[in-house]
Structures are given as C-alpha cells and as structure tokens.
C-alpha cells in the first residue's frame, strides 16, 4: 500500500477524475466569466468587444457601491451574530450539567435543513406589517413601535440578514461544536483541578483550540454575506428599490433581467475577487504563529 | 459571427416555409373548425401566460386543438411573470419550447437573436387579420422592425382603476374626479383603517401604471416618453405627477408594505373589503365583479387630474395594446404544423377568454358568439369605455428600453417607501441618460 501511495504517476492517475471535474465545473465557468466581462453582451446576439469599458462603468456605477455595502452588512451581521449565537449554544452544550443536549443540537439544527422557500415564506409572515408577530407582539405590549420591516430602505437589508443568521446558526453550531467535543477532556479536567470556572474555561481553553475551526466558521459566513441571494430574491427581489441588492444580486439583475450580460459578468468577478479576498485574509490573520494549535485530537 | 448565421438560417427557413405554404395552402382551425386539418403525429411544448392543464382557457383552446389536430400532444408549460428572465436564459441555452408566448419586452431580442420566427407569410396565407379586430391589428401585430412575430393574445386592454362602492358610501366619500378629491378621499379612509388602495409593487407593471396614471393628464406619452429619452423626470409633466403622487404616498394611499405584496396579497385586500380601491388591468374586472357584485365599480377615468382640468388628456389610458402572442421558435422541427397549431390555439384561447372570462378586450372579432353568461355591469361600461381611451403609452414591463424599466420600478419602489421627490427625479433622470445615450 505505501508502495503505491508514494509513486506520483498513481497519485496523479487517481486524483485525475477529480481534477478534470473541478476544472470542468468550477475553473471553466469562473474564466468564460472573466473573458465575457470585457464584452458588450445580452446572452443572445454577437458579442463586442469593448475592452475594460464594462469595468469602468462598474466602478461608476453608484448600484456597485451599494451592492458591496449591503454585502458586508450581510456578513457582518452573520460573523457576529450567527458565529457568535453558535458559540455561545456550544459553551452551554458543553457544560455538564446541562441536559437535554441531543434535543438541543438537533432543534437548532432543523431550520438549516429546510428549504429557503420555507423559511423565507415563514419569516415573511412573521414580517408582515399589518398581521405579521412581531408588529403584533409591540402591539400588545401596548408599544407604538410598528415597522415594515422588509420596506424600509434602511432596515430590511438587516431583516434578511437575521432570517440566514436564523436558519443557518444551527449549521454553524454543528461545525464548532464538534470541533469542541474533539478537543481531549483532560484539558478541561485539568483546568478544573486547578480552579478554573466555567467562564475561564470557555476563555482560555475552549475558544483558542477552536482557533481552526472558527477559521472556516469566519470564511463560510463573511463569504456567505457577500455572495447572498436566495433569501433577498424571494423576500424582496432586491427591493424596495435597491436596498437589498448584494453583488450576486447585481449580477443577476445585470445579466438577466436587464440582458447586460457582459457587464453581469464584471459584477460576478469583482464578487469572486471579493471572496478570494476575504478568504486569504482570514487565513492570514487566522496563521499559526505559535504552532500551538488543537488539530481535531491527533 | 454564429448569431448572424443563424439568423440568416432563421429567416431563410422562414422563407423557404413560407413558399412551401405557397403551395400547399394554410388553413387553421378557424375557418374548419371541427374538421380534420393534419394527422400529422407530433409532440409540441407549448409554454404560455396563466395556461397549463387546470386552465379552462387552456383546456377550450387544446381541446379545439385536437379536434383538428388528433395527433398532436401539446405539453404544456408555465410562463414565470419574470420579466423574460426564464426567456432569455432559455433561449441563450437553445432550450426554446417549439411555440413561445412572448410580449415586446422579449420579443425584440428573440427576433434580432433569430429565436422566433417571422411570421408575416404564415398570416397572409391564413388571412389570419380577417379574424382580428382593427385595434389589434393597429397595436398588437407588427412589431417595430414592420414584421409579424406572433399569433395575438391579449387585446388592447386598458389599465382601469376599480373602488368598492361600499367602502365609499359608509365612510360618505365622493367617488373623486380629480387628484384634490382623491386626496381628500385618501385622508378619510385612513383615518377611518382603511387602506385606500392596495397595490402589488413588487411586481413591476403596477408601479408604472401607478406612474402613468398620473403623468398621461400632462403628458400622455407617460413612460414611454421617458423610456424613450422624449420626456425628463424634471419637466413639468412629470415633476408635477411626482409631486402629486408624492403627496398621496405620505398621506397614506398604499398599504404598508406594499412593495413587498404580490398580486394575491393586494387583490384578496380589495376583494375583502380592506381596500377601498386597486388598480389593475381589464381582465381583473372577470374576478372582482362576481367577488364584490354590486358594490365593485369602476373609475370612467383616472382621478389624478388637477381639479378644473379634469378633460386634459381625460381618457389618456396606460396598458393598451402590445405584440403579445404565440411565436414559433427556430427550433421547432416543424414550424408548419407548430404556425397552424398556434395559430388554432390562439384563436380559440381567446374566444375562450371572452365567452368564459366576458373579457370585452380581446384580439379576435367575435361575431357569432355568446359569453356563456349576460356581460356583468363591469364589462359593459368598459364596453361603453372603449371607443373614448386612448393610449400613447405602454405598460412598464413591455417597453423595449429593459434597462429603464429595471430601473425605473427600483425607483418607484423607493418613492412608494420614503424617496425624496428631488432623489427620484434625479435618479431617473440619470437613467434615463444611461439608458438611452
């Protein structure tokens, strides 16, 4: 077996299927875009040539500057409070004294198997603002504090962004609580020996051997943020106007409804510049400077 | 280069269809209705507006189909009200049903792409206009490049704005005549929790008729106009409409939310009794009449006009007509059959749509037939409507300037939820420089 695991031509042979994959369905498409993004193209008729002409009007383009904004109050609102919810579900879960925990893990989980459509539908009932709960619930608290939550230009790209924290918070509690139930109890019995309260222990034991794992947890939300779109498509179709619209979004309305394909393209590269971006910065804040890093209980 | 190519492979297969015609005569289901036309053996996708197989409309116009037709199975599919998006994705992938329903705001592209085919000879030789009523044939046949794309569906239908009378006799409101009188209404009804008109603006059409009824008292080129770079969102047409409408928005004429309500939402409002009025289209009068009975009526004109100048442009209407229809698509295999198939259903869809839906508006001259019941009191005082409106618009979403009318409906949008007057007009107004330059 090590014999054929050290020989590079059955390592290249095995790992060709994969890699032709890959490129078909993931390196193709992301070139074709970035070759489409110097065209004048409606996705119908010849395309024109025209240079960088598309990324000049994009970086004009005052619906870009907004797109980007909500983008990152998207993935703001995610790495705070969706990563952050999921923290705190797993400090509780790990604390012995709590019961009840398989419930837990999978009450918090169901939402995140759901389909979009359901949650969105759901969340667009509990948003109504004449029958939906929440106006309801300021109602009877005797609260004048009534809002149209998905109509407000300042307020509804933020109503979106709880409805994925809410679906999702379970995916994200999923990844880092396994992480944490990996890490060996003797850490933590050791810290107990030596007096550490739970808090303590959460602090100085828990969250630094998670440091890979919130690596992945930071990437999967501020990428997810940037690059949001269901949720806003069936919510608010980007609206009122264009305050819900992300550069996914952007793009899609580019490419397809207004037929600038071409210029839909330019939008979808900045978008995956963006996320290369955000995630080699993560990965370099996130670096083993020590190397005293938990690796999954090897 | 490939486009080009096939577009010229479009257009010959179009003539070489055509001579081919020439010689064997056309006939559609029409002028032989219940006689056997082909035997040919096909099976045609079809993909139209509303149609599928729980459609009465849909199911009268397949089932004339068959009868001169037997051997053809049509498999239907739903058109998404989605701005073409489906359409234009579709076609890009070569992934067209063989007939299309298609309406100006695709139409253009799918000819110039050579997805359609021109259909000019194919309604000569069936003397298809002969079935067609003069509105139509003037507004609804020839698409701006002087050719024919489709077998109409959807006559000249006007955009009405309906009330419930009930509403406005217990809280003692005059059905309003000019824009003060609907102010005055507006004010009433919220003071008393009623929403004064309900409206779906998350779709985009409706917030261009909301636009057009106010701007075609000024200017009756309405949107087109600004579509079309005629017009400025600045000049006092349109500066005046955007502050009378401005006006009504803050003193509460839609209902909260109402960018974000699809057409269900805001009809079951009016049709409940939560609204006192809703704009909509012609054929909206074949669900609320039966719904409200006495008490559904209907504005004779919009009552958007300054009080004194209510004859300016009094019947200027939004909607109207618009090349809407069954196309054939160049990748049919047998664009004969497919032209004297859609030619059959469209036809009879639209018979359909008067004798069961009384719609007094469609394309097709009906002579010779009954409503299946007596014409409602909303059908007949549109019939007595008819010959007095006028259009020099168009509806939002079937305005060939695709680009203006995304960015229009976000702006409108933004006006309905708290835009400044002063950001709207300078915002549509740099639209309308990007997109007509």
Known sequence: MNKVMGNKKVIALFTLPTVILFTVIVFYPIIQTVYRSFYDWNGLTAPIFNGIENYKNLFADDLFYESMRNGIIFAVILVVFQVGLATVFTMILMNPRIRGKRFFRSAFFIPAVLSVTVVCQLWGALYNPEWGLFNKIFEVLGLGYRQSWLSSLDFAIVAIAFVNVWQFVGYQLCIIYSSAKAIPEEYMEAARIDGASLWQLDRYILIPLLKDTYKMSFIFAITGGLNAFAHMNILTKGGPGTSTYTLTYMTFRNAFTVGKYGYGCTSAVLLVIQCLAVTILVNWLFRNKDGAVFEGGK | ?437
């Open chain 2, 1 to 437: 280069m490939k486009k080009s190519m096939k577009k010229a492979a479009g257009m010959a297969l179009t003539a070489s269809m055509a001579l081919s015609l020439g010689l064997c005569g056309t006939v559609y289901a029409e002028e032989n209705a219940g006689e056997i036309i082909s035997d040919k053996e096909a099976d045609l996708t079809m993909m139209t507006y509303y149609d599928g197989e729980e459609d009465p409309l849909a199911t009268f116009a397949y089932a004339k189909v068959k009868e001169s037709f037997p051997n053809v199975t049509i498999e239907f599919e739903s058109q998404p009200q989605d701005g073409g998006q489906t359409i234009k994705t579709r076609a890009a992938t070569g992934d067209l049903p063989d007939i299309l329903q298609s309406d100006s705001g695709t139409l253009g592209l799918l000819a110039e792409s050579g997805s359609i085919l021109v259909l000019d000879d194919y309604i000569e030789e069936m003397n298809y206009t002969d079935k067609l009523v003069q509105g139509a044939i003037q507004t609804c046949l020839t698409s701006p490049d002087g050719h024919i794309y489709e077998f109409p569906i959807g006559g000249v239908s006007p955009i009405l704005w309906y009330y419930n009378k009930a509403i406005f006799e217990e809280y003692g409101v005059k059905v309003p005549t000019n824009y003060e009188e609907l102010l005055e209404a507006v004010t009433t009804f919220r003071e008393n929790d009623i929403v004064p008109l309900a409206t779906f603006a998350k779709e985009p059409w409706p917030v261009g008729a909301i636009y057009d009824s106010f701007v075609l008292k000024d200017d009756p080129t309405g949107i087109y106009g600004l579509s079309l770079g005629d017009a400025s969102a600045d000049d006092e047409a349109n500066a005046h409409a955007v502050e009378k409408l401005k006006a009504l928005i803050d003193a509460g004429m839609f209902q909260d939310g109402c960018t974000n309500a699809d057409f269900d939402t805001a009809s079951a409002m009016f049709l409940e009794g939560q609204s006192a009025m809703f704009i909509n289209g012609s054929w909206y009068i074949a669900d609320a009449e039966p719904a409200l009975g006495e008490n559904f009526g209907i504005f004779e004109f919009y009552p958007t006009a300054d009080a004194g100048k209510e004859e300016n442009n009094q019947y200027a209407c939004t909607g109207g007509g618009d090349t809407c229809g069954l196309t054939i698509t160049t990748s049919a295999e047998d664009p004969d059959l497919c032209a004297q198939v859609a030619a059959t259903y469209a036809y009879w869809r639209e018979i359909a749509e008067y004798q069961i839906n009384q719609s007094v508006t469609v394309p097709v001259k009906t002579d010779g037939f009954e409503t299946n019941e007596p014409l409602g009191a909303g059908s007949e005082q549109l019939l007595e409507m008819i010959p007095k409106l006028t259009y020099e618009s168009k509806f939002l979403h079937t305005l060939p300037n695709t680009e203006f009318q995304t960015s229009f409906t976000e702006e409108m949008q933004k006006l309905l939820v708290g835009e400044s007057t002063e950001d709207f007009i300078a915002n549509v107004n740099k639209c309308i420089e990007s997109t007509t330059k």
